[in-house]
């Protein structure tokens, strides 16, 4: 029989629960009005990603929070935001849809709550960089917004830990909430992309229809795509026709043992494949590439991924514009266009001052030739000799003394012009 002191004991003991339940609502609904504050009006993609890394941390306690993001181009989900391990790997850690724990939330859509042991998980994968198999307890969400996957949220415990379902309910909460977001910001990243490309190709058109010189021409050139393309290192290398070699005549590096990188002849390394097969080449890791180089120098420098087109007047190459990047990066075809865009108005540029040299040269040669007119025929009229005899006698008088006939025949017409 139930006493009337253990009825009011478990009345108690329900209060205290629906209390303790509430402050848990309640704690949940503040956080979650703390992230919808927080990132409903920012656009900056990075600084979202942060926010929503640090009020996970702040939620579960967590040792280690990491954010990734599905690049719908290249199929693979990319490392964006990371609380505690290894910051400079943020870009750099890839995924394809299935692969490890990550990979497999995103493909299936589906969380994954593991208490101790994750490593031993038969999904884990191990990445050489990042020392995830240190962590007991693994929580993998999916960040979902408009009913499709655009990233996944790992968060991780070193000691074994349980998640429970309110903490499982309230960040497949946050999954959904911050997806949104994410997506503005990321649009919003890709219009600021474009509008700066827009404004790269407009300063590049300006700068080659200046009246500076060809190599300041090129060197505004390599400065602009750099911070165009997020560029290491940006160089423009000229095709010297006899020789067949290409040489660095720009770039925005100050490595003094990159811009003293010997001359590559058509077909050698990368930069010489994309010259002589007239085509883009994109190189993930340069450091790994067999046909590539200078792999020591591009260790030394921290070059990972190049991308190198060549400068086009019609079907004839002049040059190559090369864009290194610090972390491997898989050149999207917008990147490749764009690239291919800069390289070809250089190639305009470069064009335009050989013509102007060659007509600066004919016209010099013209002059010339009408000075040696002159003084043939005061030769022909003093000495009355045939045309043929005058230029004889000018031509040897240039090479008895190491002068142009130009100033030979100058030194004829003086002399006949004071006696």
């Not at 865009?341 to 004919?362: C, F, G, Y």
Request: some cysteine.
């Amino acid at each position: 029989m139930i006493t009337k002191e253990k009825r009011l004991k478990t009345s108690d003991e329900k209060i205290a629960q629906l209390k303790h339940s509430l402050t848990e609502k309640t704690r949940e609904l503040d956080l979650l009005r703390q992230i919808s504050e927080s990132i409903s009006c920012n656009l900056d993609l990075d600084d979202v990603l942060k926010q929503i890394i640090d009020i996970v941390v702040q939620v579960t306690r967590a040792d280690a929070c990491l954010l990734y993001l599905y690049d719908d181009r290249n199929k693979e989900l990319i490392l964006r935001a990371t609380k505690n391990p290894h910051p400079k790997l943020i870009g750099r850690i890839r995924l394809e849809l299935g692969e490890g724990i990550t990979g497999w939330v995103a493909q299936e859509r589906k969380l994954v709550a593991i208490a101790k042991n994750a490593s031993d998980d038969p999904r884990f994968k191990v990445f050489q960089h990042l020392p995830e198999d240190r962590y007991h307890a693994f929580l993998s969400i999916p960040v979902i917004s408009k009913n499709e996957v655009i990233g996944v949220i790992n968060v991780q415990h070193k000691r074994p830990h349980h998640h429970s379902a309110g903490e499982v309910a309230l960040l497949t909460t946050i999954g959904h909430q911050v997806g949104g977001a994410i997506e503005n910001a990321r649009l919003y990243e890709e219009m600021k992309k474009k509008a700066m490309q827009i404004e790269t190709l407009s300063q590049v058109s300006k700068t080659i229809a200046s009246n500076r010189y060809l190599k300041e021409i090129l060197q505004l050139i390599v400065a602009m795509t750099a911070e165009m393309m997020n560029s290491t290192i940006c160089s423009i290398m000229l095709l010297d026709d006899e020789k067949q070699e290409l040489e660095i005549v720009a770039t925005q590096s100050l490595s003094e043992e990159y811009r003293k990188k010997p001359s590559l002849k058509v077909g050698q390394s990368i930069s010489g494949q994309a010259v002589q097969q007239r085509r883009p080449i994109a190189v993930l890791d340069v450091t790994r590439e067999p046909g590539y180089m200078y792999a020591e120098l591009a260790r030394k420098e921290g070059l990972r991924s190049l991308l190198s087109v060549p400068m086009m007047i019609k079907d004839r190459a002049v040059g190559v514009i090369n864009s290194y990047t610090s972390h491997e990066h898989k050149f999207y075809d917008e990147e490749i266009k764009i690239l291919q865009a800069v390289a070809n108005q250089s190639a305009v540029a470069i064009e335009n001052t050989k013509l102007v040299r060659q007509s600066n040269e004919m016209q010099e040669a013209l002059e010339n030739r009408k000075v040696v007119e002159r003084a043939k025929g005061v030769l022909m009229r003093e000495k009355r000799i045939a045309e043929d005899e005058a230029f004889r006698i000018i031509q040897r008088k240039s090479m008895n003394t190491r002068k142009s006939m130009k100033e030979i025949a100058e030194a004829i017409i003086l002399a006949n012009e004071i006696k």
